[in-house]
């Protein structure tokens, strides 16, 4: 079974949506925390019938370099496959050394924005 996750943002208009798909959703919690009632529901269903998880960045999975690090070596740990679309990441050809800054960035993005 495949699976995706987002992490939808938009303008406070409400009209600027960036999603790849629905099954799973956290919409307007901050990516910079891992504790989303739609990412929680996925990890867990990793354990049940779960192969791949398709996700649009590495921001929409999460903000946090670290924890981003973490999560992609417990995908590799629990044998999952993780596509990550827009960073062309595939966690079963994981040869992509640029992944740390990717995360970084993102982590200083949320970060930047809050200062604003």
Same mark, same amino acid.
């Given at each position: ?25 956290? &919409?307007? @919690?901050?990516?910079?925390? *891992?504790? =989303?009632? !739609? ?6 269903? #990793?354990?049940? /019938?779960? &192969?791949? @998880?398709?996700?649009?960045? *590495?921001? =929409?999975? !999460? ?6 690090? #973490?999560?992609? /070596? ?22 992509? /050394? ?19």
């Amino acid at each position: 079974m495949n699976a995706g996750y987002v992490r939808l943002s938009r303008d406070d208009d409400k009209r600027n949506y960036v999603s790849i798909d629905r099954w799973y959703e956290d &919409d307007g @919690v901050s990516g910079y925390i *891992f504790d =989303r009632p !739609g990412f929680r529901q996925m990890m867990a269903d #990793l354990d049940k /019938d779960i &192969d791949t @998880v398709y996700v649009k960045d *590495f921001s =929409r999975l !999460g903000r946090h370099n670290a924890k981003v690090l #973490l999560l992609l /070596d417990e995908f590799q740990e629990r044998g999952k496959h993780l596509i990550v679309i827009d960073d062309n990441y595939d966690s079963f050809d994981s040869s992509d /050394d640029t992944i740390g800054i990717k995360t970084w960035f993102n982590e200083r993005y949320v970060k930047d924005t809050s200062k604003k």
